[in-house]
């Protein structure tokens, strides 16, 4: 069967659990660099992050026939990750220092989204800003926020990638939300708008 890059998840995951290699690549292809920018914001070790991403991809292809139908490819492979990092190296307490080498498309901003209460200059000066504050927010934060607003992962599944429970996800959110808005200074109608820019892919 012939797949495409706009192929449903659950198509190329069933077809890859079947051995089909194209449908493996395919996946491969769509979440190595934003695995690779995950990894790398919880551990400082490149290589290790590395390593370990790319034995989650050779253990999936092995166990292959084990594996249980999903129903977010995406959310299984951040969980998965996250345990096996975990597993081989410890992860650092403060965010990576390679910030600044993000991939675009994991942590979009789109400066097209403009609006009338603010002008547009103002407003990319500021979200750049903000992006900056969310540097020095402790890192389970920063996780919850990125997991949350950046890959739209709910409470449940994030409590599950980071082994908390929701009410801890809730919390979590809460207190990454109200220290950005300290560090940035903003209203709090301001501070919606701009999270809602970094939001927006």
Known sequence: MPF???????LLWQAFKQGDKGAFSLLYQRYIRVLLSYGNKISQ???AVEDAVQDLFVDLWQSRRRLSDVESARFYLFR???RKIHQSIRPDQSLSENWESTDEAFLPISPA???ELINAE???LQTTDLQGKMKSLPLRQYEVLMLYYYQGFN???IASILA???QSVRN????GLHKLRQLAHLGSILFVLLFFLLEVS
């Open 155 to 157: 409470y449940a599944q």
């Open 113 to 115: 989204q403009e609006t």
């Open 80 to 82: 998965s990750l996250r």
């Open 164 to 166: 908390i429970n929701e």
């Open 122 to 124: 103002t407003i990319q």
């Open 45 to 47: 070790d490149e290589q």
């Open 172 to 175: 979590l959110l809460q207190r």
């Open 4 to 10: 495409s890059e706009t192929t449903d998840d659950k």
